[in-house]
Each structure stands twice: as C-alpha cells, then as structure tokens.
C-alpha cells in the first residue's frame, strides 16, 4: 500500500493539530482578554482609575508635542455627593439629553448614524479624485462614551 509522505513534523495531521491548537490558543486568549476588561470595569464601581486610557493619551500628545500655553495635566477625584445636582444634570444635557429616556444605548441614533456614514461612503467613493477627509458621525451616548474613554484612546486609528 502507498501511504501519503508525512515529514519529520507528522505531515498533514500534525499540520492541522498544529492549526487546532493556533485556534484554540486565540479563543483562549480572546476569552482571557474579555475577563480582564471585565474585571477591570467590576473593580472601577469601587475604585477611582489612576487614569484611564483617554488620560495617558492626552498626557502623551502633551508630553511629545509641545503646545504653548498647555499646563501640565493634572485631577483630582471628587465623591459624586460633593457635585451638585444641577451640574450633573447640566452635564447629562449636554452630551446626552435622551439619557433617561434610552436606557443606555440610543439605538434610533445609531441607526441615524448608519445611514448618514453610508451616504457618505457613496457619495465619497464618486467624488474620490478630490480626497476630502471622510467625517463619520456616531449616535454615542453617555454610556458609549464611558466605555470609550476608559477603554480606548482619543485617537482615530485602529491602534
């Protein structure tokens, strides 16, 4: 009987184990990385961040460009209690006014937002040859903001 060649390395199966344990590992990883953001969000309900992501970005682009007039970054957390209510309220205003009305996640805005990014994606790709920055909008909420800024930088790049 002609039996396939295997290599020194098990030939074909000892490739696909080699590409089951490549995907295991990933899902393992994946998983791993998802308990670790969630655990660091559960600890944050009762521990003030030293900083979050959105800070060490800012302190960064202030530290490596210097910009006259930018002091050195600095904060100081305060309890909730010690903020007025009509500060709060004004805050929530301004950057989401639906709030209490949506529970979180403004889906119609989202949906707004998705159809405004596609127009803009269609109406870019026939005006391509004057290559003007594509402005994307979102239906962010106070929630997505939140996770935003704790989790990722303030830069626009996939890093």
């Keep these: 009987m002609n039996r396939p060649q295997t290599s020194r390395h098990g030939g074909l199966w000892g490739g696909l184990a080699a590409l089951q344990r490549w995907v295991l590992w990933s899902v393992v ?32 682009r202030r530290t490596h460009q210097a910009t ?49 990014n596609q127009k803009q994606a269609k109406r870019n790709g026939a005006e391509r040859a004057t290559e003007r920055p594509v402005k994307i909008v979102g239906g962010s909420t106070i929630t997505q903001q939140l996770a935003k800024n704790l989790l990722l930088s303030g830069e626009r790049s996939l890093v």
């Excluded at 309900?45 to 060490?56: E, G, I, K, V």
């Design 29 to 60: 990883a994946l998983v791993a990385l998802q308990l670790f953001f969630a655990a660091r969000i559960a600890a944050m309900a009762h521990l003030d961040p030293h900083s979050t992501a959105f800070m060490r970005s800012e302190i960064w």
């Design 68 to 116: 006259p007039g930018q002091g050195p970054w600095s904060q100081q957390w305060v309890d909730a209690e010690r903020i007025s209510v009509h500060l709060k309220r004004a805050v929530i205003a301004s950057e989401d006014d639906g709030f209490a009305q949506h529970r979180g996640v403004d889906w119609s805005a989202m949906e707004s937002a998705w159809s405004k």
